[in-house]
């Protein structure tokens, strides 16, 4: 792992911070994503410089397609090409409320952000990965997006998450058999 650079969504706390570290101690440069903590990201972006791997923090609401164009081309011109994408982002809405509460937009930003963002990072990293034959993308959902179990006043959030199960699966299929990426 020494040397790849890895992009994580959504990294300036939580699991994705958890994970940043993680890579980071493997030896991987590091992308930080964050909306709105940067204070966090920065205080992250330090700690991980003084692993002794390159690190930088750039603030992309995944929910946004041209924010999302705008992370990936800042990594690849600061760090390189993504060797490793973990796509841990994606909006909540905290409040519990059943389906018709959620106003339209609410819908839009949570399959935006939980299952369109991630399919448009994939698609804008894919390629270099199969150039090189190599490259890792990791979706993270929640404990049981793979069963597709209901899940009363979130309904919108899981179902992006169960889309985004469905996809990651169909995706692993296919990259293995032309590329043998993971």
């Excluded at 699991?15 to 890579?23: P, R």
């Excluded at 750039?58 to 090409?81: R, T, W």
């Excluded at 409040?95 to 804008?124: H, K, T, W």
């Amino acid at each position: 792992m020494k040397g790849k650079i890895a992009l994580i969504t959504g990294s300036a706390k939580g699991l994705g911070k958890m994970t940043a570290l993680s890579l980071a101690d493997q030896g991987c440069h590091i992308a930080l994503n964050y909306v709105h903590s940067q204070l966090e990201a920065e205080a992250l972006k330090t700690q991980i410089i003084a692993k002794g791997v390159r690190c930088i923090a750039v603030q992309a609401d995944i929910s946004k397609a041209e924010e999302i164009h705008a992370l990936v081309a800042a990594v690849e011109a600061q760090l390189g090409h993504i060797d490793i994408l973990v796509n841990n982002a994606g909006p909540f809405v905290r409040e519990r409320r059943v389906f018709a509460d959620y106003s339209e937009a609410e819908v839009q930003m949570l399959v935006q952000g939980n299952l369109l963002g991630p399919m448009i990072l994939d698609q804008l990293v894919l390629p270099e990965m199969r150039r090189k034959q190599w490259g890792r993308i990791i979706h993270f959902g929640f404990s049981h997006a793979g069963e597709a179990r209901s899940w009363p006043h979130r309904a919108v959030y899981a179902a992006a998450k169960v889309g985004l199960v469905s996809f990651t699966k169909t995706l692993a299929v296919e990259e293995a058999r032309l590329t043998g990426l993971r």
